[in-house]
């Protein structure tokens, strides 16, 4: 998963962005995103027209406006718009809440078959650790790219 940040003022991009790296999310910085985080202070049409071809392209949006600040031509009628409203201490709950929604709403299916030792110990960690199966294995899958050096959100889905 990759997130376009979009702070025209850019008064909040770059502590979002770092807490964004330090969580080993992926982000975009030329428009081939899956999440888009749009800082809104006043009515803003060009910001205006870019969240709603976002959403309307099917990519998730999350428009932050300012305790205290009414965005005039932005409502939630998507299931890809969200608009939440910040202070400067809950800022970065809110971006993070939303993108690990966002990351579990894009996993993917598939079976995988193991032997019973192995499930002895998936048991084993999801009984002991509160951790679920899938997200263990997950985290060794991320970690081993990590390792690798491969870029989170590298590989594409393939096409059908």
């Known amino acids: 998963m990759k997130v376009h940040v979009l702070d025209k003022d850019k008064k909040y991009s770059e502590r979002i962005l770092a807490f964004l790296r330090e969580k ?21 049409t060009e910001m205006g027209f870019k969240i709603a071809e976002a959403s309307t392209r099917g990519k998730y949006v999350l428009v932050l406006a300012p305790a205290g600040f009414e965005p005039k031509g932005i409502r939630e009628k998507s299931k890809f718009l969200t608009l939440k409203y910040f202070t400067g201490e809950n800022l970065l709950e809110i971006v993070s809440a939303y993108v690990a929604k966002r990351e579990r709403g894009n996993l993917r299916r598939f079976n995988f078959v193991i032997d019973g030792e192995i499930a002895n110990y998936l048991n084993h960690i999801q009984r002991d650790y509160g951790k679920s199966k899938s997200d263990f294995v997950r985290e060794l899958i991320k970690k081993e790219m990590k390792n690798k050096h491969i870029e989170i959100g590298k590989f594409q889905q393939a096409k059908k």
């Open 24 to 44: 080993n999310v992926g982000i975009d910085e030329v428009g081939n995103f899956d999440v888009l985080l749009a800082l809104l202070y006043k009515d803003d």
